[in-house]
T-cell receptor
């Protein structure tokens, strides 16, 4: 597609439930990133995939968070046993190895 | 580790006023520097970037110069418009010339009034 696509755009879930957020990067971009944007924390890096290399998971806040990238394209961020502090906008981004990073519109997650 | 510090907002200006949003950074090596903008209801967009010392990034009347000696990348515009109202994020990428995670400042909200 023309840009980074994320789904759903909004998600409301009950505390304790698992959620999956999807990202479809720009075709051909080998790098894919997840960030989180919340009122108290600003923009935080979560995880980064680059080609076939092992992902950089250094930003994941707890073991309830995981992500995978299948076939070098689509990525899913999974949050298990959601907590209220997980409420935020989750942003996906992609880039070529030496290129500009392009962001999706984000998924707004609300945990009630 | 890498970090970015930018001036806190909100910044409120009248149309046609001069804008400066300060940004300083801490990083090892030679990072690339960026300004991203988030307009109301929209996603993050790259505004401008600079990849080496003394480079000037520019776009839409905005400019920022990569100053290694002061570790700064201040955003400026000579005459702001109401349509410039948005949140501006300064960011750095730790590895020049290759894909790398971005480290962002906390963002500065700009409100331009008539």
């Amino acid at each position: 597609g023309a840009g980074v696509s994320q789904s759903p755009s909004n998600k409301v879930t009950e505390k304790g439930k698992d959620v999956e957020l999807r990202c479809d990067p720009i075709s051909g971009h080998t790098a894919l990133y997840w960030y989180r944007q919340s009122l108290g924390q600003g923009l935080e890096f979560l995880i980064y995939f680059q080609g076939n290399s092992a992902p950089d998971k250094s930003g994941l806040p707890s073991d309830r968070f995981s992500a995978e990238r299948t076939g070098g394209s689509v990525s899913t961020l999974t949050i298990q046993r959601t907590q209220q502090e997980d409420s935020a906008v989750y942003l996906c981004a992609s880039s070529y190895p030496q290129g500009t990073t392009f962001f999706g519109q984000g998924t707004r997650l609300t945990v009630v | 580790g890498d970090s970015v510090t930018q001036m806190e907002g909100p910044v409120t200006l009248s149309e046609e006023a001069f804008l400066t949003i300060n940004c300083t950074y801490t990083a090892t090596g030679y990072p690339s520097l960026f300004w991203y903008v988030q307009y109301p209801g929209e996603g993050l967009q790259l505004l401008l970037k600079a990849t080496k010392a003394d480079d000037k990034g520019s776009n839409k009347g905005f400019e920022a110069t990569y100053r290694k000696e002061t570790t700064s990348f201040h955003l400026e515009k000579g005459s702001v418009q109401v349509s410039d109202s948005a949140v501006y994020f300064c960011a750095l990428s730790g590895l020049t010339g290759t894909a790398s995670k971005l480290t962002f400042g906390t963002g500065t909200r700009l409100q331009v009034t008539l």
